[in-house]
Antibody, heavy 119, light 107 residues
Framework: EVQLVESGGGLVKPGGSLRLSCAAS????????MSWFRQAPGKGLEWVGR??????????EYAAPAKGRFTISRDDSENTLYLQMNSLKTEDTAVYYC??????????WGQGTLVTVSS | QSVLTQPPSASGTPGQRVTISCSGS????????VNWYQQLPGTAPKLLIY???QRPSGVPDRFSGSKSGTSASLAISGLQSEDEADYYC????????FGGGTQLTVL
């Protein structure tokens, strides 16, 4: 069974940075395309971006609000996915979810980690 | 404002069949497959339907999806109390875009 465990959330001031981690198990992580989603309090789902497997080129893609500020990376030796978030804004406040992209976007989900951007 | 349009709420009684619509455009639903996600209260979302009408392993066949043109639908037959949740549709359009979600109440 696929298990995804996010960590690294917390309170950060506007303009600050935070790095989220997602530890994966129960899958061949190096073959997996992985995505980050987020959900602001009381709001709907939003896709943040994804990273392909190294075998498929390892490219990253981002939603418009994340481009230029967020970076998705992976460490296949540690079965870990990362989301580096810089220049954080209050509107980035959300629960961030790590997901697999099999059999499609958001195939399996972690429990999420809360990021609060506030002064 | 969400790119895809869903009704904000839906309801039904146990055993009933309920459908939730999702309307988009040629550049999203009209060109790419639709996914549906279920989010039970206080939990992480779960992939319910992918590629318009495919169910991941473990999803009951009471849930079905369909697509026609620039619209898609999620149907739930034999409604049960545990189906009370938020349902979201999504499709690719340069990035993955979502509907605003439909809150399903089982009366």
């Amino acid at each position: 069974e696929v298990q995804l465990v996010e960590s690294g959330g917390g309170l950060v001031k506007p303009g600050g940075s935070l790095r989220l981690s997602c530890a994966a198990s129960g899958l061949i992580f190096s073959n997996a395309w992985m995505s980050w989603f987020r959900q602001a309090p009381g709001k709907g789902l939003e896709w943040v971006g994804r990273i392909k497997s190294k075998n498929d080129g390892g490219a990253t893609e981002y939603a418009a609000p994340a481009k230029g500020r967020f970076t998705i990376s992976r460490d296949d030796s540690e079965n870990t996915l990362y989301l580096q978030m810089n220049s954080l804004k209050t509107e980035d406040t959300a629960v961030y979810y790590c997901t697999t992209d099999w059999p499609s976007h958001g195939g399996s989900w972690g429990q999420g980690t809360l990021v609060t951007v506030s002064s | 404002q969400s790119v895809l349009t869903q009704p904000p709420s839906a309801s039904g009684t146990p055993g009933q069949r309920v459908t939730i619509s999702c309307s988009g455009s040629r550049s999203n639903i009209g060109s790419n497959p639709v996914n549906w996600y279920q989010q039970l209260p206080g939990t992480a979302p779960k992939l319910l339907i992918y590629n318009n009408d495919q169910r991941p392993s473990g999803v009951p066949d009471r849930f079905s999806g369909s697509k026609s043109g620039t619209s898609a639908s999620l149907a739930i037959s034999g409604l049960q109390s545990e189906d009370e949740a938020d349902y979201y549709c999504a499709a690719w359009e340069d990035s993955l875009v979502f509907g605003g979600g439909t809150q399903l109440t089982v009366l």
